[in-house]
């Protein structure tokens, strides 16, 4: 394992053995980064330091992928908050895609050196997503026109959620939308655009996951308050 400087923000890069990835990601700015290779080193990583984020290559070994995200969220894992990042060939972004919203909080390409960067940045402070059934009103601009969509969430994290609805809208789509918080009631209002489609043998709805682009102060405020609340 190779450490760089010591910082507050720590960042876990777990690679395949086989991997060509592994001098893609140069350490951000700020950013205290480790470096393991393999599956079972990836593991240990995860079950033995808190990291605030993860990147893990996909595939990551031979082993299911879902195996070290579940290890990644296990209630006793010190990385259950951490943002996780998977970084993929263009090949895999559909099945790496499926994993978000089931404890993976970006998906990226191997040749999109700038959005993994930015990747780390937007997910370092983002916690799992937390299962949150509330009412959500989702606004959306058709031919000049404000439709309106009303539907349930099915989890919720600081930077998305997954919809359950049988309104299929198309990945990138965006749209503005609004819920109230279950923790002190107090509104969260932004706009947010679709990135995947649910699958149907590895999830129990049918809907899609979105990513927030656009949250204001007080939304922010109340999301942490949310958060908080469950800590």
Same mark, same amino acid.
Request: hydrophobic share 40%.
């Given at each position: 394992?190779?450490?760089?400087?010591?910082?507050?923000?720590? %960042?876990?890069?777990? =690679?395949?053995?086989?991997?060509?990835?592994?001098? @893609? !990601? #140069?350490?951000?700015? &700020?950013?205290?980064?480790?470096?393991?290779?393999?599956?079972?080193?990836?593991?240990?990583?995860?079950?033995?330091?808190?990291?605030?984020?993860?990147?893990?290559?996909?595939?990551?070994?031979?082993?299911?992928?879902?195996?070290?995200?579940?290890?990644?969220?296990?209630?006793?894992?010190?990385?259950?908050?951490?943002?996780?990042?998977?970084?993929?060939?263009?090949?895999?972004?559909?099945?790496?895609?499926?994993?978000?919203?089931?404890g993976v909080n970006r998906v990226v390409?191997?040749?999109?050196?700038?959005?993994?960067?930015?990747?780390?940045?937007?997910? %370092?402070?983002?916690? =799992?997503?937390?299962?949150?059934?509330?009412?959500? @009103? !989702? #606004?959306?601009?058709? &031919?000049?026109?404000?439709?309106?969509?009303?539907?349930?969430?099915?989890?919720?994290?600081?930077?998305?959620?997954?919809?359950?609805?049988?309104?299929?809208?198309?990945v990138g789509q965006q749209f503005d939308?609004?819920?109230?918080?279950?923790?002190?009631?107090?509104?969260?209002?932004?706009?947010?655009?679709?990135?995947?489609?649910?699958?149907?043998?590895?999830?129990?709805?049918?809907?899609?996951?979105?990513?927030?682009?656009?949250?204001?102060?007080?939304?922010?405020?109340?999301?942490?308050?949310?958060?908080?609340?469950?800590?």
């Amino acid at each position: 394992m190779d450490r760089n400087q010591p910082n507050s923000r720590s %960042i876990l890069f777990a =690679a395949d053995k086989t991997s060509e990835l592994w001098d @893609l !990601l #140069t350490t951000p700015l &700020g950013f205290d980064l480790d470096h393991v290779r393999g599956f079972e080193a990836s593991l240990a990583a995860v079950r033995n330091r808190p990291y605030d984020g993860i990147v893990a290559t996909l595939p990551l070994g031979d082993h299911p992928f879902v195996h070290f995200v579940a290890a990644v969220r296990s209630a006793d894992s010190p990385c259950k908050n951490a943002g996780l990042v998977v970084l993929t060939t263009k090949d895999r972004l559909e099945e790496a895609n499926a994993y978000v919203g089931g404890g993976v909080n970006r998906v990226v390409s191997i040749d999109d050196a700038d959005g993994l960067r930015k990747a780390i940045v937007e997910v %370092i402070e983002v916690g =799992a997503r937390t299962p949150i059934r509330v009412m959500t @009103l !989702l #606004t959306i601009g058709i &031919g000049g026109r404000d439709c309106q969509i009303r539907t349930f969430t099915q989890n919720v994290s600081r930077s998305g959620m997954l919809l359950d609805t049988s309104n299929m809208l198309n990945v990138g789509q965006q749209f503005d939308f609004s819920f109230r918080s279950p923790a002190g009631g107090r509104m969260v209002t932004g706009r947010a655009e679709v990135i995947r489609h649910t699958q149907d043998d590895r999830e129990q709805i049918s809907g899609i996951g979105v990513q927030f682009l656009e949250l204001d102060e007080r939304s922010a405020e109340a999301l942490d308050e949310l958060f908080g609340a469950g800590e």
